[in-house]
């Protein structure tokens, strides 16, 4: 339908307050030193954003950098690397692709997100990981044995992009993925800017 000027300008006003509230995340956590440090770019921040607010807490130190962040040249589409408790205990490792978008980012951006996800688990499981890269080879394995290893217990892939998707849009996705029978044995979650 369309929009009346009031909504239209709540509308504009809601994205500005988000894009505000991401941009002071991402200054703060690159006071840190070590993102001092090791040079990381706003763009890789926002997924430490991300990572600090949905799975850690709200905290993210020097110490959490070590042990979730794994960005960087061949690492197999996996950005950080975290451990998700459900409410019964059960913890499992979340593997994190974020992508802090401005352009459209359609269906396929995202199968291809979770499908090098995918690759690089199966190359874990093969024990064919040397060519990645040592920091997701250590936080990978570490964060293996920190997840509970029932056989009911799926690895977790997300998804985080940095614009919004109508609900429709979203849900389309989410039928589009469900065909993709490769990615069948993962639990998938796609986050948006809102």
């Known amino acids: 339908g369309q929009l009346s000027g009031r ?27 070590i993102i001092q440090e090791r040079n990381i770019s706003d763009d890789c921040i926002f997924g430490i954003v991300c990572y600090k607010y949905f799975y850690n807490e709200g905290k993210y130190e020097n110490s959490d950098f070590d042990i979730s962040y794994t960005d960087g040249s061949n690492d197999g589409g996996i950005d950080l690397v975290a451990i998700d408790e459900s409410d019964t205990g059960v913890k499992s490792m979340v593997l994190i692709q974020s992508k802090n978008i401005k352009d459209k980012f359609d269906k396929n951006d995202i199968k291809d997100c979770f499908t090098k996800m995918s690759t690089t688990i199966n190359e874990f499981d093969r024990g064919e990981h040397t060519h990645l890269n040592q920091n ?15 056989s009911d217990n799926t690895i977790n892939l997300t998804v985080f992009v940095g614009h919004d998707k109508t609900e429709d849009q979203q849900q389309k996705i989410i039928e589009f993925l469900n065909k993709e029978e490769s990615l069948n044995q993962f639990n998938l979650t796609v986050h948006y800017k809102s």
């Open 136 to 150: 997701l080879q250590r936080i990978y394995l570490n964060r293996k044995d920190e997840a509970d290893n029932d």
């Open 7 to 33: 909504t239209l300008l709540f509308k504009r006003h809601g994205e500005l307050i988000m894009s505000d509230l991401i941009t002071s995340a991402i200054n703060k956590i690159g006071e840190l030193p």
